[in-house]
């Protein structure tokens, strides 16, 4: 898809219909409204953060809009493409609770090595709380960010060995439905 395509090929649209849970009408409002925004065919990081900026004037939501970013960007070349914007409006808006997990899981692991660290945990849960400010109010065993996510490590950190992995973050989320529920805030958020 090239940046400054204003119609999507016929390949494009097959391949979007096949690899989303979109159907080729929606595909197609999808991708008008995207270029109604983003007229070059692309976002960069800049215009993505004031978007949060926006959503979130209560709160600094830089950093997550950030880290959020660098998950939409599949390919690493600084821009979200249509093709990546609406792979992940799939996968979290109609999406299995499998392959919305997988996309958290995603979001946590910074590095993508495939594990989530205390450290990388403690990096996205902080951003949020940042993000949202003084909008939510928390409950004490949660009220900081190192708190959180010493519960969630406690919760998800089946084996004790300061790694999360995929499958306990899977089954850590089904058991806790805080994680299942944030999930849903991601929804709104994108």
């Known amino acids: 898809m090239g940046a400054k395509t204003s119609k999507l090929s016929k390949d494009d ?9 979109f159907d080729r009408r929606e595909i197609q409002q999808w991708h008008k409204g995207f270029l109604r925004d983003c007229p070059n065919g692309y976002l960069t990081r800049e215009d993505f953060v004031k978007i949060y900026q926006q959503f979130f ?13 660098t998950v939409f960007d599949h390919d690493n070349n600084g821009f979200i493409e249509f093709k990546e914007f609406i792979t992940v409006l799939s996968t979290t808006s109609r999406g299995t609770l499998e392959e919305k997990l997988s ?3 995603r979001l946590y692991d ?22 949202m400010g003084s909008m939510v109010k928390l409950d004490d065993d949660e009220a900081t ?12 950190d089946r084996d ?20 299942v529920g ?5 929804d709104g958020l994108i």
């Not at 004037?57 to 970013?69: I, K, R």
């Open 13 to 21: 649209l097959t391949s979007l219909k096949q690899s989303t849970y």
């Open 57 to 69: 004037p209560f709160g600094s939501p830089e950093d997550f809009a950030n880290h959020l970013f």
């Open 103 to 105: 996309w958290a899981f």
């Open 110 to 131: 910074i590095n993508n090595d495939g594990y989530i660290t205390y450290d990388e945990m403690l990096t996205i849960v902080s951003s949020v709380y940042k993000m």
């Open 145 to 156: 960010p190192e708190l959180r996510v010493d519960k969630i490590f406690r919760l998800m």
């Open 160 to 179: 004790k060995d300061g790694y999360i992995t995929l499958d306990e973050f899977k089954d850590g989320s089904k058991v806790d439905p805080t994680i």
């Open 182 to 186: 944030a999930l849903n805030l991601y």
